[in-house]
Structure formats: C-alpha cells, structure tokens
C-alpha cells in the first residue's frame, strides 16, 4: 500500500538526539580514544617486561661461555696432564655460578697411545669441593667420543659453541643444559671442552620474577620442551608477549597472571564509561519519552492484538492513519497467509528429511557389512585365542558404530514424535556381558579402571526394548569415558519393587571432569553441552543426552543427574520392567541344514557386498549366482532355476521392491521362489514395502550370520520346494 504519512518523521527527534549522543560520545570516547591506546600501552609494558626477564635470564647463560673459553684455553695451552688437572680443578673450584661440572674430553689415544679414554671432567660438590669423575673413562664402554654434545662440534672451527638439550642429570636429578667447545693443539683438533649449567637457579629466578610482578611465565627449549613454568595460564583473548633469546634458541612466553591486559583495559574503559553514564541516562529518558509516545503506544496496541491472533487469525484493529504502522498491520495480515503456505512446505521439507536420512542409513550400512561380514568370516577361520578376541571386540565396536547411526535416526524419529520402543523378553546377563567386552577394553586403553556391579540375579529376564536400554547405557558410558581422563568408570544394577512394580535401576559413575551447577539445567537439551569449550575439546554433537531422556521417559522411567565439577558425575536411572521366564526360543542355537544342490541368487549392485554374501553362502553349500540390478535378477529367474534370491532395494534401473513385485506377477512356477530382502535401509516404512511387494523376509545390514541362519530354517519348507528329495535338518 501507499504510505502518505510516515511514523518515521514522528519519531526523528527522539532518535536522532539519543543516537548523536550514544555514538558522538559513548562510542568516540570510549572505543577510539580510550580502548585502543590503552590496551596498546599494556601490551608494550608486558613486552619490555618480557625482554628484560629475557636478558636477566640470558646473562648467566652466557657468562657460562667464558668459562668454556678458559677451559679451552688452558686445553690448548698446557700439555702436562697433572697441571691441566690443578688448573681446571681451580677453574671450577672458583666459579660459583650456574656452571656446576664440565671438562676436557680428549680424542681416543691422543694424550697415551696405551689409553684410549683419558677425560679430564670435573663437578663441583655442593659444599664447594671439586671432585674428578673417572666414569667415562671405562675401557669397556662406547666412549665419549660419539656423544651428540662431542660430535656437534668435532672438527668445527675455533670458538664454536653448541648447546645440548635440556636434559634430567641422571645422578642428581636436576634439568642441565651442556654447552660444549672444540679445541685444538698445534693447528689440530684434539678433543672438545664441556660445561655443564644447571638450571635450578634459572627455575628459581623465573618464580622469583613471577611472584614479583604477577606474571605467568613459561620457559621453552629449542625443540619446544618446557624447562620451567610458573602460574602461566592462557585462554581466548588473552595477550601473550613472546619472544626467543640466546644463541641456545630459548622461547619466552609472559602473560599477566592476576590482572590480564583485557581486565586492565575494561577497567579504565569503564572508570570512562562511569563519567559519561548520567549524561547517558538523561538522553536515554528523553529518547525514551519521544519514542513512547509516538512508537511504543501504537505498537504495543498491534502486540496485544496479535498475540490475540496468534493461531493463526489476522489482526483486527481500527487504525486509520495510513503510515506504517497501518502498513504493519496489513503486512501481518497478509505474512499470516504466507506461514500457512510455509507450514505446508515445511511438512514436506520433513518428509525429504526423513527420505535424506534413509539414504544417508543406507550409504553407511552397505560399507559396514563389508565390514562386519568380514568380520563374522573370519570369527569362523583359524584363530588363535588372542585374534579371536581381538576379533569379537572389531565386530562389537563395529555393531557399536551401527548404534550411534540409529542415534542420529531416533533424533529425527523424536523430533516427529515417532519413537518406537519394542517389548520383548531378553535377559539382563546379555546387556552386561556387551557393555563389558566393549567398555573394559576401551578403559584399558585410557588407563582407567572399569567396573559392573549387579545386585540382580545373574538368571534374571525382563520385558523391554532391549536395544533401547544397551543405547541408553552406551551414551552414559560414551560420555563417561570420554570426560575421565584418570580414575574408573563403575556401573551399578539393582532391582526394586516399587508399589506392586517391578524396577529396574541403573547407575553411571566416573571421576571425571564433572559438570558445573549452572550447566545441568541444559545438559539434557539438543545440541547443548555442559560448556561452550566442550566441543572443541571432546567433540559431539550434544544429542546423546537428550535421546537418553526421551528413551528413559519412554520407559516410564526417569533420570537424574549428580555431578560437582572436578570430582565427577553420576546418572541414576529408574526403568519400570517386568520380570518374565527365560525364553527358550530367544536363545540362538545352531540349526544345520544339507543346502548342497541348492542355487542361490544374490541381487546386489555393491561388490564388497557380493562378495561377503557369495562367501556366506557358498559355506553353507549353496551354489551362487550373483547380478547387479532388478532387471538383470528377472532375466536370471526366467532363464535358470533358482532355490533362493537374496533381493537389495536400492539398485541402478530396476529396485528391490520393483524387481520382487515382477517376480510375484509371473505366470511360471518361479513366482513362488523364496526370497529374503536384504537392505541396509532402517525405515520401517522401506521393510514394509518390500514385505508387501512379496518378499517373505527381510534381513538388516550389516548382515548377521545368525539372524541368516535362523531365517533359511524357519523357511526350508518353501527353500527346497523345487527339490526331488525333502532335504531334512542335520544331526
């Protein structure tokens, strides 16, 4: 419509003096004047600070290489070993600095040609003694002469110094730095000179400075190892000085400890802000005045009726002033007509979503039954005891990762409000026994200790979603192990009776990182975890939680969570199960049959999958045949006789359900053949549909050899309907 008036210039004043004001003064003085200098000159005084703490630091290292000069000189310049002895002893008996020990290491058999070692290598004692160390000398050992700190600089030109590591004294147990020298006699080389620096006077100066001027400091060595560190603590934002200093190549970093240089600057930001805040609020109430007037009035009146029309209503409001807010007025109205469209699209959206989601199942599935079929050949091979276990933990974290994919599943399901939970009897020893072989060893490998207690009768069934329950225990215990970073990991089962009902609890302990008071209110919400550093640090994508909330609701169960950060968290869940006997026909048992003679036709366009299937099949004596699409399965079937077709859905040219409802459509006796549809798609909706097109059983990928077995038994009737000979189960 035609605005003829517009609310705008009703408003102008007051906009215009509040937002002068706000950006003219607030804004100038605050971010452009005050923030920027400011924090600049911090930054500049941290810096100065790290560079004097780098050359107080420097000093005594280097002054150590004028002790190196001396016992170079004195190697160079005296050739009678009992007055080179006196003389370096009196050289380390004199120095009290950082220098604690060092040397002359002459090459093999240069001072006797009966000697081969003949080291001269001192170390003053702490009471200021200097004692001779005959260690290296051993005619038995390797020798000094292949040390790094002699072979960095043997043969090197006159004043060459080389810095060793930092390394731990093996005797006294103290972090050293050795600096060492060649030197040579006549114009040759003939040995190298060493002092050894112990650095816990370096260590103790670094506190010392830190304690001073409230400063986070941490000392690095050439390859990036921490040789000392004090009360040095970085996060986001925070400034750090830097800087490397010495020829050894050290690495300085400062922060401020107590008052960082972002504190620093909002403080005097903020004394600033103090000054200009009255002046602040009075534009502010008289900004306010104008805009209530001419804004807020109208505008609450719309509110008010909107909120009356929220279901879906227009707004009936008598406003005649043809300005914005009529405008506002007719657009709502008419934007109400819009979401109506847009909630129509939106259903539609969720649909594709859901289709999404089955392509996605399915394009993971096809290559984890490469997988997991590999894994259940082998389990049949020739193992040795330890494979065999290595084995059985590859396939159960392998059925593990199947879990999390139907994670992802269950959100979608729950944002639908479509989760399912089945109720079958299955016996609590078989949820033990799987969180057990899985967890145990992933605790083993992240040293922690893990622990199942169970108050419950180790015979006892229940009635449940079996799956539902093993996932909720799985996400508790993903999350325990994952957060534990030292300490164990403890599950507890006990059973009570709760007016005339029998419950299940369940308790997840570790001694983990814990979760603070203020996130435990959202810990259970989509996409939230504890802190916003989570994620970076742990991954996840915050969906665990909140399945297992829906999952426990589902069960008429609840859920509550104890946590107190640094000390651990603990989930107590209550489940309402009811006990049942133990159910002969749930346990599997080896049924064999004579399929020799039998031909079998495998439909799959994935060759790993082929591949797996063929070798299933050919072991248990089936001849196979294998195509890759529908159409390719018909042509086969009308020229060849076949026992079994082992159908996929998602195929190039024809699909399964296409390619089983042709089958059954045919004139000849092949329309009756058995065939089991074999599909990694999850969705309920995708079984149904090849159940109605006319197969007569559906197996999951990854394929389970068992569920495989059991299935071709329960059908062997219809299996060998075109045999001359009733083929009967084995003994």
Known sequence: MLIRKSLKKKSIIALTIYLAIFIAVFGSITYWVVESPVRQKLEENLDLKNELLASEMSAPMHSSVGVLKSVVGLGQAIQDTRALDSSLRQIFKLNDGIVVSGGLWPEPFSVSANERFSSLFYNRTANGDVDKIDLWNNPEAQGYHIEPWYTSVSGKPVNTVAWSEVYIDPYTHVQMITASSPYYVDGSFAGVATVDLSLNNLIRFVKRKAQEQD????????????ITEYNFRVSRDVYTSSRSFGDFNWHLEVVNARRLVADQVFDIVMGVERGIIPVLLICVMFGYYLINQYLIKPIAIIAKKADASRQGGNIDMQYDSPDEIRYLIDSFNQKTVYLEQERIKAQASTKAKTAFLATLSHEIRTPMNGVLGTAQLLLKSDLTIEQRKHLKTLYGSGEHMMALLNEILDYSKIEQGHLELEKSPFPLSSIIGSIHSVYHTLCNEKGLIFNVHSDVDESRWYEGDKARLRQVLFNLLNNAVKFTSEGQVDVYFSEVTKNDKNQLKIRVKDTGIGISDHAQSRIFKPFEQAESSTTRRFGGTGLGLAIVREIVGGMDGNIVLTSQEGQGTQFDITLQLDCCEPQASAIHVERKLDYRGLNVLIVEDNRTNTIIIETFMRRKG?????????????????ERQYDLVLM??????????????????????????????????????????MLAAGADFIVAKPIDERVLDDALYQYAGKLFQYQSTTHSPAS
């Open 648 to 689: 996929d859905n998602h195929m190039p040219v024809m699909d399964g359900v296409a390619s089983i409802s042709e089958i059954r459509h045919m004139d000849g006796p092949e329309k009756d053949i058995l065939i089991f549809g074999c599909t990694a798609d999850v969705f309920k909706e995708t079984r149904e549909r």
């Open 622 to 638: 089936f001849t196979t045949h294998s195509v890759e699409n529908g159409e390719l399965a018909l042509s086969a079937i009308t």
């Open 215 to 226: 400063l986070g400091i941490v000392v690095r060595d050439a390859s990036n190892q921490v």
